[in-house]
């Protein structure tokens, strides 16, 4: 399994962009299934954000379709997720998902 380090969180308004980017300390080539989760204050689950296919294939949770945008780069060994038009309720911790868990990176959005 690869390790993985999220980073690109932080504190912005509602209405801004972040980036994140998941850097992979090994080739996601082989890695089929790529995604972000988030799990928001208060809430015990982790909610499945957004998720790429090796090739590409994008999917996206309804809440966040045509605001947010996952991409991956199979040379860096790293995905991203362009978030725009954020809102106070993106707010949650954001969390890589390769086979295995990043720590996390926190996303404060406010009103």
């Known amino acids: 399994q690869v390790q993985l380090v999220e980073s690109g969180g932080g504190l912005v308004q509602a209405g801004g962009s972040l980036r994140l980017s998941c850097a992979a300390s090994g080739s996601i080539f082989s890695i089929n299934g790529m995604g972000w989760y988030r799990q928001a204050p208060g809430k015990q689950q982790r909610e499945l954000v957004a998720?790429?296919?090796?090739?590409?294939?994008?999917t996206y949770t309804d809440s966040v379709k045509g605001r947010f945008t996952i991409s991956r780069d199979n040379a860096k060994n790293t995905v991203y997720l362009q978030m725009n038009s954020l809102k106070p309720e993106d707010t949650a911790v954001y969390y890589c998902?390769?086979?295995?868990w990043g720590q996390g990176t926190q996303v404060t959005v406010s009103s």
């Open positions: 998902w390769g086979g295995s």
């Open positions: 998720a790429i296919t090796r090739g590409g294939t994008t």
